[in-house]
């Protein structure tokens, strides 16, 4: 059984940088697509950033060059570096397992097994 726990959120001002961070157990992060999704209460979750074991990676529009993910293969962890935070990026971050990934999106399992979260507060 995969579970994941998401931590590194908080409240932070616009402008300022924040670094998430996913451990992962009962999957091999390393030879698994991976991203990272956020929720607004009333919005559909969406894919922020995912990557495939070939460094494939996909970026919401709004945080490219912004946002990079990576992972640790030994820690089995996976991360989300946040930089230029904007209020518009206020949300609760979930981690997850990806099934599809292609330049245009980014596809969780369905149905998922979603983590707690972590969530992420930008003051402007």
């Known amino acids: 059984q995969v579970h994941v726990a998401e931590s590194g959120g908080g409240l932070v001002q616009a402008g300022e940088s924040l670094r998430l961070s996913c451990t992962v157990s009962?999957?091999?992060?390393?030879?698994?697509?991976m991203g990272w999704f956020r929720q607004v209460p009333g919005k559909e979750r969406e894919a922020v950033a995912c990557a495939n074991i070939q460094d494939f990676k996909y970026y919401l529009d709004s945080v490219k060059d912004r946002f990079t993910i990576s992972r640790d293969n030994a820690k089995n962890t996976l991360y989300l570096q946040m930089n230029s935070l904007k209020s518009d990026d206020t949300a609760m971050y979930y981690c997850?397992?990806?099934?599809?990934?292609?330049?245009?999106?980014?596809?969780?399992?369905?149905?998922?097994?979603w983590g707690q979260g972590t969530q992420v507060t930008v003051s402007s």
């Open positions: 009962g999957l091999n992060v390393g030879q698994t697509t």
């Open positions: 997850s397992k990806v099934t599809t990934l292609t330049t245009f999106f980014c596809l969780p399992p369905s149905p998922n097994s």
